[in-house]
C-alpha cells in the first residue's frame, strides 16, 4: 500500500477517541433523550432515555496518538479527549499526567514542536468537520495563538526546516484544486508565501535537505502512483528525481521520503519492481535504487529516520498485523547497507497489534523511538522503545468505560474463495459462546478507502454489539483494499468495480459453512466508500441481508464525482473511472444503488455529516428521498457540525444509540 495514504488511514483510527462522560442525557422524568440541535433527525424513534445507563459504558473509551517530541526534554505532545473532541495534551514521563494545552469545540489534527527549544509549536484544525484545516502558532510560555494560514482553504501541517526557522506546507488557496507549496517563518505570518505552483490535489511536503536549500516533495496520482521532486526553497524551481515508466508500462508509487544525513540520497517507500512497498535508497547523483529489505513481502507501511541518521524503524504490514523492526544503516560513497532488524521486547507481550506514528526524539536522545499502539484488547496508546537499553514503556494508559480487557472479543482470520477463485480475507470476532448459544446474527462491516484496509484494532462502542447483543461481526478486506500487492489493489478499479461488492456475495455464501454463524440474520453496513459497498449489497442481495445502516457513504459514483472537492476529484477518478468518458458514465450510472433502489427492500439507516468534504450531504439526500418515495423503511440521521463522520462525541453517542434500535428492530427482532 502507498505509506502516506495507509498512514492516514491509522490517523483516522486512532483520532476517533472518545471522552469519559457521557455528552448525552435525557432530563429527570424524561421518557426519551433529547437529541442536541445539531442533529437533524428523520424516520428515527425516540431513543428511551434508560437507553444511556444500559449501554453508556461502551462509549465512554478514550485513545491517544503521539503528535511529537519535545526537542530537548524526555516528554511529548499527544492527541486525546477528556472533553467532546480530540485537542493536544503535554506527557512529561510513562503514566504522567495528561496536561490539556488546547480547547477547541474542534478536533485538533497534528502538532508539532519547534524543533531547537520547543518555545511554541504549530496545531491544525479545521471548522465542523469541513477538513479544510488551519495551521495555529501556539506561544508554549504565554499561550497565545496565532493564525498562520489564510482562515479559508485547505492546508496540510507544517513541516519544519532543518534549522527550525521555516515551515512548508501545501495550500489549496490559488484554486481550491491544486495544492501548491507555501514558505513561511512561524514567528512572522508576514512571510508566508507562494513559493512553488503545483498542478494537482495529491503534492505534500515531505522534507528539507540537511543544508535547507531544498524541499522533497511527493506528487500523488493515485494509490498506484507517486513520484519525488526536489524544490528549490528560495525560487520555488522543481526537478523531477525518479523515473517515470512509459505510458503503456506499470506504474510506479513512491511515498514516504526523508533526506538522509549527508543530504546526498533519500530514504524512500516504493513498489519499484515489487508487488509491494519497500524500503529503499535512492543515490541523488546517479538515481541508482538499493533496496534495504529486498526479501520483505509485506508492505513497509510506516517508517522514520532517527535524527542522526543511524537508526531506521519501520513497521510491516503482515496480514493487518504490524511488526515493528528497527535497522542501523551507513552510507559509503553511494552504497547503503543496513543491519539485521531487531525488535522490541514488550512486558508484558503484546499480540496481533497495530502500530503506527513512529516518532524519534531528536539528540541527544535519538535511540528513543514513541508511537501508537492498539489490538482488539487496546486502545490505541502511546509507547516507547529505547532501542539502546532494548527497553519500553507504556506512556498512556487509556480507559474502556471500566470494562475489563478480557471481555473484548479477540478476532479470528478467516479467507474465502470469491467468484473468480481470488482468495479474500478478513477478520471475525465472536461473542462469548457460553453467554450466547445457538446460530450468532452477523454484522458485515466494510472498510473505507478503498484502499484502505481493516486492521484488527480496539473496536469502540462496537464491543457492545458481541459482548451484549450476541452479534458476530465480520470486517472484510474485499478486492482494492491496500496491504495485500498492488496487483490486488487495483483489482477494483474502473470497470472493475462489480467485483468488490461480489466478494461480498462469496462472503454471504462462507457464513452459511459456519455452524455458529447465522446466514438468514445479517446486517450489512460501512462507512464512505464502506457506505457505497452497503448500498451494492443492499440493492444486489436484498433477500440475503435483514437490513443496511450507510454512513457516509456514496450513492451515485458519477453523481459523487460531480460534487466531491475539487482538489480529491482528479485522484478519485484514477479509482472509479472519469464520468467525463461516456463509456465510464454509462457503466457508472449503471451500477449506482441510487438507479437501483427499487431493489432495496430492506430497513435502511442513513448517516451523514453535513459539511462533509469528500461525500457531500447530496449523496444521502438523493437515496433517503428515493426510498421515501417507493415505501422502503428509512432512518436518516444528519449532523450540520460534522463532517466525513462524528468526530464530536455527543453526536457520534447518540449515533450509536440510534444503531442500537435499529439493530434490535430489524436484525435480532
Known sequence: MDSSIMRRCLLAIITTSLCVTSAIAAEPGAKSLTPSENLVIDGIPPIPADLVEQIGRYTEFRTAAVQDWHPTKTEMLITTRFGDVPQVHRVSAPGGTRTQLTFYPDRITAASYQPNDGKYLIFSKSIGGNEFD??????????????????????????????????????????????????????????????????????????????????????????????????????????????????????????????????????????????????????????????????????????????????????????????????????????????????????????????????????????????????????????????????????????????????????ELVRWKSFDGKEITGFLYQPDKTKFTGRRPVIVNIHGGPEAQFRPTYLGRNNYFINELGCAMLFPNVRGSAGYGKSFVKLDDGFGREGSYKDISSLLDWVKTRPELDADRIMVTGGSYGGFMTLEVASNYADRIRCALDVVGISNLATFLKNTESYRRDLRRVEYGDERDPKMAEFLEKIAPLNNATRITKPLFVVQGANDPRVPKTEADQMVGTLKKQGTPVWYLLAKDEGHGFAKKKNADYQFYATVQFIRKYLLN
Do not use: C
Not at 223 to 249: F, H, Q
Not at 250 to 258: C, G, T
Open 134 to 411: 488551519q495551521n495555529y502558532l501556539y506561544d508554549a510560555t504565554g499561550g497565545d495563538v496565532t493564525l498562520l494560514t489564510d482562515g479559508k482553504s485547505k492546508n496540510s501541517p507544517p513541516t519544519w526546516s532543518t534549522a527550525a526557522d521555516r515551515v512548508a506546507y501545501t495550500s489549496t488557496r490559488r484554486n481550491g484544486a491544486d495544492t501548491d507549496i507555501y514558505a513561511e517563518a512561524p514567528g512572522d505570518p508576514k512571510t508566508d508565501r507562494l513559493l512553488s505552483e503545483m498542478k494537482g490535489g495529491g503534492w505534500s511536503v515531505q522534507d528539507w535537505s540537511p543544508d535547507d536549500k531544498q524541499l522533497l516533495v511527493l506528487e500523488e496520482l493515485s494509490i498506484n502512483e507517486g513520484y519525488l521532486w526536489l524544490v528549490n526553497a528560495d525560487s520555488g524551481e522543481k526537478k523531477e528525481i525518479t523515473p517515470r515508466p512509459a505510458a503503456d508500462a506499470e506504474k510506479v508509487s513512491y511515498s514516504r521520503a526523508r533526506f538522509s544525513k549527508d543530504g546526498k540520497g533519500i530514504f524512500v517507500t516504493t513498489d519499484r519492481e515489487s508487488e509491494y512497498q519497500r524500503l529503499g535508497y535512492v543515490d541523488l547523483s546517479s538515481g541508482k535504487h538499493t533496496y534495504l529489505l529486498p526479501g520483505a513481502k509485506w508492505d513497509v507501511d510506516d517508517w522514520e529516520l532517527s535524527d542522526d541518521g543511524k537508526q531506521i524503524a519501520y513497521t510491516l504490514n503482515e496480514d493487518g498485523i504490524s511488526t515493528l523492526h528497527v535497522i542501523d544503516v551507513s552510507i559509503n560513497n553511494g552504497a547503503v547497507s543496513g543491519s539485521a532488524p531487531r525488535e522490541p521486547r514488550f512486558n508484558p507481550a503484546l499480540r496481533s497489534v497495530v502500530i503506527a506514528g513512529l516518532r524519534w526524539h531528536r539528540q541527544p536522545l535519538s535511540d528513543l523511538l514513541a508511537f501508537n499502539v492498539s489490538s482488539a484488547r487496546l486502545p490505541f496508546d502511546v509507547y516507547t522503545w529505547d532501542t539502546k537499553s532494548n527497553s519500553t514503556a507504556r506512556w498512556t494508559e487509556s480507559e474502556t468505560g471500566g470494562i475489563p480487557a478480557s471481555r473484548f472479543s479477540e478476532p
